[in-house]
Nanobody, 124 residues
Framework: VQLQACGGGLVQAGGSLRLSCAASARTFSRYAMGWFRQAPEKEREFVAAISWSGGSTYVADSVKGRFTISRDNAKNTMYLQMNSLKPDDTAVYSC??????????????????WGQGTQVTVSS
């Protein structure tokens, strides 16, 4: 599976961005998906996850109420709507995919495929 993230950019604090992650897999609906971010000199951090159907989602406490994860299986694309952005949200955001064999769960770890990141910079 090849993943391509886009939609990053420079935005002022309080602004919004929508990230997209396009997947090459013809069986996109068989993958749970997630977003992660890594700020300079910091460890990679889980941001949000979504089950293969989109029926189950989870976001980290640090972004709860501001970020929303979604997906469109017909378009092989996952999204991350980011509102009320803060300077602390500045990071490289990457998407990831995990093959699902049963169930309809989201995952915060254990991803098999990773895309290149897209830079999000929030100015104060």
């Amino acid at each position: 599976v090849q993943l391509q993230a886009c939609g990053g950019g420079l935005v002022q604090a309080g602004g919004s961005l929508r990230l997209s992650c396009a997947a090459s897999a013809r069986t996109f609906s068989r993958y749970a998906m997630g977003w992660f971010r890594q700020a300079p000199e910091k460890e990679r951090e889980f941001v949000a996850a979504i089950s293969w159907s989109g029926g189950s989602t989870y976001v980290a406490d640090s972004v709860k109420g501001r970020f929303t994860i979604s997906r469109d299986n017909a378009k092989n694309t996952m999204y991350l709507q980011m509102n009320s952005l803060k300077p602390d949200d500045t990071a490289v955001y990457s998407c990831a995919a995990r093959r699902v064999h049963y169930g309809d769960d989201y995952y915060t770890a254990g991803y098999d495929y990773w895309g290149q990141g897209t830079q999000v910079t929030v100015s104060s």
